[in-house]
């Protein structure tokens, strides 16, 4: 447990603002700097044009998986503010772009449309073009009524451009002089900025994983049905002592040679990590995490991560309250071996026979001297537990506790609307959504 120090979170989230802050009023101080441009709509569209550098910026930081930061955010936050950043980078590139056309134009006497034609023959337009025209598709297929039509790999190929658009982004800025160049300081810290962002990519999500798993060459050991529809995979290493691995977190699993290379999905540990071994367990919902019961035993397995907030980093109060739904309690499971103290279990699922791992819950819960609530039912059947008189029913001094939560998308949504009716500090909660895109 944490006592008198600053949360995790906040720390991270001060860190992030400093960050955004500290930039954004040096990118005043530039473009205050390097004077206006050939108009008052070119200085404009200057201006939009070097906060849509720092958004793209700031996007590579959301997406790179630096372990400091992941443990004390979580993964699936970064998620969310990496879509709004996103949305505020489309129509920044859009605004940008638009008024760079209108000032030429203006400059010119010509029509847009003439003017849009004729900087196609400038390299340093046609990149920024070329950018602009990725990102806007990749904005389109996000949009979440296009997103449910497309497969998760289909959609993963496309957002992939962005590393594209960023690319050609650079160079557009390189060759723009009167933003990159203007100055000694300008370029110095422009390709500081872009080195720093770059580096941070290529270190969290291509070098750190390829040598984690060249250092630790994990292994699967045994493939265990829970039930017909769920299964745990038991992996292990050389050297897992050393794997910055802690309950409540998860790993992205491939396994070559069963799957292709570019399918992977978030699974949960489901056991504490012990330095020999990880567990996952997955329920057969999709094609991936359905064929995990053909794994063949002593196959490798490609492991990137931990990553994930939901852990006891975060705990703050000697009384804790964990509640799951369905594949949920995974988690919740892992957390319940590092769990002490005053321990509260609440495990939503439709039937007693869908109460997965439920034997090993239980023994936990025992254990640590806890108590668990197994409610059955399905959704729309009579009231919900989740009301907030229905969760202050279960457990009364709910607002003195750390609340863990887990679950299904729904269930999640509607457990922290009920904490926040009863008043539970947000500093107390703690909530795991499933989904990564």
């Given at each position: 447990?944490?006592?008198?120090?600053?949360?995790?979170?906040?720390?991270?989230?001060?860190?992030?603002?400093?960050?955004?802050?500290?930039?954004?009023?040096?990118?005043?101080?530039?473009?205050?700097?390097?004077?206006?441009?050939?108009?008052?709509?070119?200085?404009?569209?200057?201006?939009?044009?070097?906060?849509?550098?720092?958004?793209?910026?700031?996007?590579?930081?959301?997406?790179?998986?630096?372990?400091?930061?992941?443990?004390?955010?979580?993964?699936?936050?970064?998620?969310?503010?990496?879509?709004?950043?996103?949305?505020?980078?489309?129509?920044?590139?859009?605004?940008?772009?638009?008024?760079?056309?209108?000032?030429?134009?203006?400059?010119?006497?010509?029509?847009?449309?003439?003017?849009?034609?004729?900087?196609?023959?400038?390299?340093?337009?046609?990149?920024?073009?070329?950018?602009?025209?990725?990102?806007?598709?990749?904005?389109?297929?996000?949009?979440?009524?296009?997103?449910?039509?497309?497969?998760?790999?289909?959609?993963?190929?496309?957002?992939?451009?962005?590393?594209?658009?960023?690319?050609?982004?650079?160079?557009?800025?390189?060759?723009?002089?009167?933003?990159?160049?203007?100055?000694?300081?300008?370029?110095?810290?422009?390709?500081?900025?872009?080195?720093?962002?770059?580096?941070?990519?290529?270190?969290?999500?291509?070098?750190?994983?390829?040598?984690?798993?060249?250092?630790?060459?994990?292994?699967?050991?045994?493939?265990?049905?829970?039930?017909?529809?769920?299964?745990?995979?038991?992996?292990t290493g050389r050297h897992l002592d050393r794997l910055p691995a802690r309950a409540g977190q998860f790993c992205i699993w491939r396994f070559p040679g069963h799957n292709h290379w570019w399918t992977a999905n978030p699974f949960s540990l489901s056991a504490a990590p012990d330095g020999r071994t990880l567990r996952l367990t997955a329920k057969a919902l999709g094609n991936t995490s359905a064929g995990l019961k053909n794994v063949?035993?002593?196959?490798?397995?490609?492991?990137?991560?931990?990553?994930?907030?939901?852990?006891?980093?975060?705990?703050?109060?000697?009384?804790?309250?964990?509640?799951?739904?369905?594949?949920?309690?995974?988690?919740?499971?892992?957390?319940?071996?590092?769990?002490?103290?005053?321990?509260?279990?609440?495990?939503?699922?439709?039937?007693?026979?869908?109460?997965?791992?439920?034997?090993?819950?239980?023994?936990?819960?025992?254990?640590?001297g806890g108590r668990l609530h197994l409610l059955t039912g399905r959704r729309g059947e009579g009231t919900s537990p989740f009301e907030p008189d229905g969760l202050r029913a279960l457990v009364h001094d709910i607002t003195e506790r750390d609340v863990y939560v887990c679950g299904p998308p729904a269930m999640t949504s509607a457990v922290l609307a009920a904490l926040r009716t009863l008043g539970v500090p947000q500093r107390q909660?703690?909530?795991?959504?499933?989904?990564?895109?």
């Amino acid at each position: 447990m944490r006592r008198r120090t600053v949360p995790p979170g906040l720390a991270a989230l001060w860190a992030l603002w400093t960050f955004v802050v500290v930039n954004l009023v040096i990118v005043e101080v530039l473009f205050l700097s390097a004077g206006t441009g050939q108009n008052g709509v070119l200085t404009a569209a200057k201006f939009f044009g070097m906060h849509a550098a720092v958004l793209m910026l700031l996007q590579l930081l959301l997406v790179a998986r630096l372990p400091w930061f992941d443990r004390r955010v979580g993964m699936d936050r970064l998620t969310v503010w990496h879509r709004w950043v996103g949305v505020t980078l489309l129509w920044t590139v859009l605004t940008h772009a638009v008024l760079v056309v209108l000032g030429y134009a203006k400059l010119s006497g010509t029509s847009m449309t003439k003017t849009f034609l004729s900087l196609t023959d400038v390299p340093a337009s046609l990149l920024g073009m070329c950018a602009a025209a990725i990102i806007v598709v990749v904005a389109g297929v996000s949009a979440r009524y296009v997103r449910r039509l497309l497969r998760y790999e289909t959609w993963h190929a496309l957002h992939v451009l962005l590393y594209l658009a960023l690319g050609l982004a650079f160079v557009h800025q390189l060759r723009e002089t009167t933003t990159f160049r203007s100055s000694a300081f300008a370029s110095v810290y422009w390709w500081s900025l872009w080195l720093f962002a770059f580096g941070a990519l290529v270190v969290g999500r291509i070098i750190l994983p390829v040598w984690r798993n060249a250092y630790h060459r994990f292994e699967v050991t045994a493939v265990v049905p829970e039930s017909d529809d769920v299964v745990s995979v038991h992996v292990t290493g050389r050297h897992l002592d050393r794997l910055p691995a802690r309950a409540g977190q998860f790993c992205i699993w491939r396994f070559p040679g069963h799957n292709h290379w570019w399918t992977a999905n978030p699974f949960s540990l489901s056991a504490a990590p012990d330095g020999r071994t990880l567990r996952l367990t997955a329920k057969a919902l999709g094609n991936t995490s359905a064929g995990l019961k053909n794994v063949p035993v002593g196959s490798r397995a490609f492991v990137e991560g931990p990553y994930g907030a939901f852990t006891s980093l975060h705990r703050s109060r000697s009384g804790a309250l964990l509640i799951a739904g369905g594949v949920g309690i995974t988690p919740v499971r892992a957390l319940l071996e590092e769990s002490a103290g005053d321990v509260v279990v609440v495990y939503r699922v439709r039937s007693e026979n869908d109460a997965v791992l439920i034997d090993e819950v239980r023994d936990l819960v025992a254990d640590c001297g806890g108590r668990l609530h197994l409610l059955t039912g399905r959704r729309g059947e009579g009231t919900s537990p989740f009301e907030p008189d229905g969760l202050r029913a279960l457990v009364h001094d709910i607002t003195e506790r750390d609340v863990y939560v887990c679950g299904p998308p729904a269930m999640t949504s509607a457990v922290l609307a009920a904490l926040r009716t009863l008043g539970v500090p947000q500093r107390q909660v703690h909530a795991e959504r499933f989904g990564l895109a």
